[in-house]
């Protein structure tokens, strides 16, 4: 019998909690004691009535819009029941897509006037994040909000203090931190088996036109058809230009740059495994090198962050880098190097390299040692072997082992289904604001480095600049 999509899932997760340091995968806790991996896979299965539904409307439906709806609805008692956009023909494709009942509208505030939506799904260019979803919030509804939380630092903390204010479930879209694969590096790191964190290594690389965001623009694109007017609202005006509404990433008037777009990602990886608050010091550099089409952001930047210690890590530094024209076709990695070994995090897969650091100290090889002269070298040895006795032999164990997902598996529906069980217990999911927040702060600040020359301090605790 062929296994479906949700079986294999099941058997993967059973898999890992067989393993020997699988005893914290299910479930895994994070500093504040949420459940982050509590899925409910009988759930799944089950059938809803259509008065028991989790009704879903989505605002923004460019690319993640789209991609969004498309897994939301697969998870079992969920329903696509109105979207909003600025261009008319994302509106005309989401009925062609997703049925002609849905309520269309270019105007979100009609959206959250609407009794039958439990929930929004925001996914509008970055300027609109804090303003849509503190509306959203006020207005009772469950929010899913794509990455970065906010456009600029100074938007996070009324974001965080809605969510607080209201009890209202939010949920950043960086998915990758409700994936198993995660949930695996988590693990091992808190195994202790790498010894010592030192320091992790990142980079989110591309090396193509839709990946540097020089995306398609629809040929009846007009005045008529955008409601480019409303698309602006509190960004400097601007004459109607289609380039800057269709490729908005490309501005630092609507989003938020190489950091707010890829930076983040990584640092929600980061954050999920170490259980950390983020750094304290921030300083990026980079440049448009080689995308030279109008854009005001990089498409290099290299970034470095230093962790200061926590109850959850030792102090470490961090070294983070995206690339546009990366040479290589594009890649993504995050590398946790320790004093014992290296935990490397791709997006379906987790390496562990084990190199464990030599209890005692060697001779000979690259070392002085080889410049002593013979008499010298023999004393050195007589002395050495009296001060280090060998060592009992020891079994040797693997070098490196290898963690793969299901070819199948899809962080993304566990991301949506998360929110789903979290809006129907009334939970934390794994992504509130507080941690969305602390996923972008950094981002931000590495922008405000890169365009300002200088090193930013920021207090990851208190979530607010030095």
Known sequence: MQKTKNSTRRSFVKKLAAGALAAGFLPAT??????VRKLDWAGLHRKYAANDKIRLACIGMGIMGFNNCRTAVKVPGSELVAVCDL??????????????????????EEILARQDVDAVIIATSDHWHDHISIAAMKA??????????????DEGRAVVDTQKKTGKVMQIGSQRVSSIVLAKAQELYKSGIIGQLIAVEAWNDRQSSNGAWQYSIPTDASEKTVDWERFQGDAPKHAYDPVRFFRWRNYQDYGTGVAGDLFVHLFSGLHFITESSGPERIFATGGLRYWKDGRDVPDYMSALFDYPESATHPA?????????????GGSSKSRLVGTDGVIEVGGDDVILRKHKVQSQPTYGGWDSYGTFSEAQQKEYADWYRQKYPRLPEQMEEPGELVFKAPEDYDEHFDHHANFVRCIRENAMPVEDAAFGFRAAAPSLAANMSYFEKKVVNWDPVKMELR
């Open 30 to 35: 994070s500093a504040q004691g949420r459940n």
């Open 87 to 108: 261009y008319d023909g994302r509106m005309g494709h989401a009925k062609e897509e997703f049925g002609t009942h849905l309520f269309t509208t270019r105007n979100y």
């Open 316 to 328: 470490f530094n961090f070294q983070l880098r995206v690339n546009f024209t990366s040479g290589d």
């Open 140 to 153: 009772g509804k469950a929010v899913y909000c794509e990455k970065p939380m906010v456009q600029h630092m």
